[in-house]
């Protein structure tokens, strides 16, 4: 399948509601697969919320009550990966005939991971974990590790990706170009104008096709009692999206969108990615292995192992 429609999905979801944010983006999916597109791409913590503002009641030495109220919260509207959220997405995938990338955030035991889940139609295909939470979002989240840099085989062509600031991590982006990635997801919360060059330099550099969504979102849309850190009234945006789609060559294909709901649309053609490396291809032609090599971890880092019938905890263990 050389040429097809891709989407990337720009609204507000429902924070600390996992039930009511994958009713949600089940919707969407179906508003999606009506434009006639087989991928949407969700932004980053679509179901569970991106927390903007809130700083958990925690600083250096301190933490408070009210701090582990809000982070109680947003544990409860985090889902399991596998659950029946994930359950009902991809019924929704083979119900449209389509594939999602959708932003969560994901529970496992008591911790919370930033997490992007692939879809093919009726099945899971992969998950990526954020492998970096930027600033304070290491307050609240895990960290991934390698075993979850993610590119699936689809009908559609070689589909992985990364999260928000991992694009800013160039170690990381030579391992997915590796892997051979055609179709970049970015769920992202970043929605700063210097986000359109960071996605159209990522396209470039990988010759591949990226499809970028964020949310959006006003203070109403978040809980009365939501105690942001950063003011704002109550139909004033504190999210702005500027979701957008690019080709190879780091030409814009649809949006960015700004300050409003919307699917940004565009047709690709994955042939074009051919034409594009005639000059540049950043783990072929143009790299210098003689010079520059990488090496990726992609074991499981688990804390607590089992080995010939008893636990053996140590940091770092590999399964």
């Known amino acids: 399948?050389?040429?097809?429609?891709?989407?990337?999905?720009?609204?507000?979801?429902?924070?600390?509601?996992?039930?009511?944010?994958?009713?949600?983006?089940?919707?969407?999916?179906?508003?999606?697969?009506?434009?006639?597109?087989?991928?949407?791409?969700?932004p980053e913590a679509f179901i569970g919320g991106y927390p903007k503002g809130l700083d958990f009641g925690c600083c250096v030495g301190r933490r408070t009550a009210e701090g582990r109220a809000d982070f109680a919260r947003y544990v409860r509207g985090a889902i399991a990966v596998p659950g029946p959220e994930v359950d009902q997405i991809a019924a929704a995938c083979a119900q449209h005939d389509i594939h999602a990338v959708v932003g969560v955030m994901e529970r496992d035991g008591?911790?919370?991971?930033?997490?992007?889940?692939?879809?093919?139609?009726?099945?899971?295909?992969?998950?990526?974990?954020?492998?970096?939470?930027?600033?304070?979002?290491?307050?609240?989240?895990?960290?991934?590790?390698?075993?979850?840099?993610?590119?699936?085989?689809?009908?559609?062509?070689?589909?992985?990706g990364a999260i928000c600031w991992e694009h800013y991590m160039p170690l990381m982006r030579a391992a997915y170009y590796a892997k051979?990635?055609?179709?970049?997801?970015?769920?992202?919360?970043?929605?700063?104008?210097?986000?359109?060059?960071?996605?159209?330099?990522?396209?470039?550099?990988?010759?591949?096709?990226?499809?970028?969504?964020?949310?959006?979102?006003?203070?109403?849309?978040?809980?009365?009692?939501?105690?942001?850190?950063?003011?704002?009234?109550?139909?004033?945006?504190?999210?702005?999206?500027?979701?957008?789609?690019?080709?190879?060559?780091?030409e814009i294909l649809a949006g960015p969108l700004v300050d409003e709901e919307g699917i940004l649309t565009a047709e690709i053609d994955l042939d074009h990615i051919l034409g594009a490396k005639l000059d540049f291809d950043p783990i072929g032609h143009y790299a210098r292995p003689d010079l520059f090599s990488l090496r990726v971890d992609e074991a499981p880092q688990l804390p607590v192992v089992p080995a010939a019938g008893r636990l053996e905890i140590a940091a770092g263990a590999k399964a």
């Open 110 to 160: 008591g911790t919370l991971y930033c997490t992007a889940l692939y879809f093919g139609p009726g099945v899971l295909l992969g998950k990526h974990r954020k492998v970096m939470p930027t600033g304070a979002e290491r307050l609240v989240w895990g960290f991934g590790d390698g075993s979850t840099l993610t590119v699936v085989d689809t009908p559609l062509g070689k589909l992985g």
């Open 180 to 250: 051979g990635v055609q179709i970049w997801a970015a769920p992202t919360a970043d929605d700063r104008e210097s986000w359109i060059p960071t996605m159209r330099h990522v396209a470039m550099e990988g010759r591949c096709f990226v499809v970028a969504a964020c949310q959006v979102m006003r203070r109403s849309d978040f809980p009365e009692d939501y105690a942001s850190r950063i003011e704002a009234a109550p139909d004033e945006w504190m999210m702005h999206g500027r979701s957008v789609i690019v080709g190879p060559l780091g």
């Open 1 to 42: 399948m050389s040429k097809i429609k891709v989407a990337a999905v720009q609204a507000a979801t429902v924070p600390f509601d996992g039930a009511a944010a994958t009713a949600r983006t089940v919707s969407l999916i179906a508003e999606a697969a009506a434009t006639g597109a087989k991928l949407a791409v969700f």
